[in-house]
């Protein structure tokens, strides 16, 4: 069955964009060239806490690929990657002990940066396998990701263990870019890559958890760690916020509160209210969808409720209204629901 889920659209932190202009620089382009039709400046971009919204974010791919003529500009920007692009997770990671730690930290913070991905590993088979899932359906932004951190996360692995032959099995789960073969032939002397895969997934010789870092500093790895956490810590405080809009939905016995309403009942105003939400990547109309749309199911799966009277308790005008924004939640009508919730 379809759900209601808030839309997690935080952005993609603006020092990815100077990477993407350390590309198209090697092909003659300025930051001029690439930002100036978007409003951006390098300065904006190097601000820790400046993010491109996921849209633009796009657009800004697209002109690359354009002014570049390349269909396969994550590969590039992972050949171009170095961990100090991503912060104080990427400090954490390069003064870690091994590779084991490292991928640890990784699991954890990832979301500090990119909240639509998550990333995990198992050791449960002969091999480590790692497994990316990118939650957003832009393309061809998503595609330039997944390449990106893919061959970023070998370039970085390379530098941070001091050993080259690093080999591995790599399995994409979109097509193959065109234009690629000519760096598979390079990267399939080490790796064993393949497209059209039901899942991203890449594995490994156990042997290599074991890997030194080169830059191995367990003080200096737990001072990162540290400011990591408090920036993790923060992150929690601030979604706490679309819990208890969520919670006090819930229990009103008007289950069509405004936001006037709800914001005043937390002692704000709407506008910041607003502006809270949105840094949690969701809206007060999302979230009063959601409320409304468990609600609806728990009244249609009684037989002593009838139609009217449901569109009545959540506060739409007719049934024809509430049909129309069921079908949207779910894809069905509540009629249809109501014979068969399992269908």
Not at 50 to 60: C, D, K, Q, T, Y
Not at 252 to 272: F, G, K, N, P, W
Not at 300 to 321: F, H, K, M, P
Request: proline content about 4%; overall charge negative; glycine content about 6%.
């Amino acid at each position: 069955m379809k759900t209601v889920t808030p839309r997690q659209d935080s952005g993609i932190p603006g020092v990815y964009g100077l990477l993407l202009l350390d590309v198209v620089s090697r092909w003659g382009y300025s930051a001029e060239s690439l930002f100036t039709p978007f409003n951006y400046t390098n300065e904006q971009l190097a601000d820790p806490d400046f993010r491109i919204p996921l849209h633009v974010a796009n657009e800004m791919i697209i002109l690359a690929r354009k002014m570049t003529g390349e269909s396969t500009l994550g590969y590039h920007l992972g050949n171009q990657m170095r961990i100090s692009i991503h912060g104080f997770i990427g400090y954490a990671i390069m003064t870690a002990n091994e590779i084991t730690d490292a991928l640890v930290l990784a699991n954890r913070f990832i979301q500090l940066r990119m909240p639509f991905l998550q990333f995990h590993f198992s050791t449960f088979t002969e091999q480590v396998s790692l497994q990316l899932q990118c939650d957003i359906d832009i393309e061809p932004l998503r595609t330039e990701i997944v390449m990106a951190l893919t061959f970023g996360v070998i370039t970085m692995a390379k530098a941070l263990t001091g050993i080259e032959d690093l080999h591995g099995d790599i399995d994409f789960d979109f097509p193959k870019p065109e234009g690629f073969d000519k760096y598979l032939l390079k990267m399939n002397k080490l790796n064993n890559i393949r497209f059209d895969q039901p899942h991203f997934l890449a594995c490994f010789d156990k042997k290599y958890l074991g890997l030194k870092m080169v830059n191995a500093d367990p003080i200096a790895s737990q001072i990162a760690i540290n400011q990591c956490e408090a920036e993790l810590s923060e992150l929690g405080e601030r979604r706490r916020i679309s819990m208890r809009v969520r919670d006090i939905l819930t229990h009103s016995e008007q289950h069509y509160l405004s936001i006037e309403h709800v914001a005043d009942r937390l002692h704000m105003s709407d506008r910041t209210l607003k502006r809270q939400l949105a840094a949690e990547g969701t809206s007060f109309s999302t979230i009063v969808d959601e409320v409304r749309y468990r609600h609806a199911t728990s009244l249609l799966s009684r037989t002593d409720y009838t139609l009217e009277q449901i569109t009545d308790e959540l506060g739409y005008s007719d049934v024809a209204n509430f049909s129309r924004a069921f079908k949207r939640w779910s894809g069905r009508s509540p009629s249809s629901w109501r014979k068969d919730p399992y269908l």
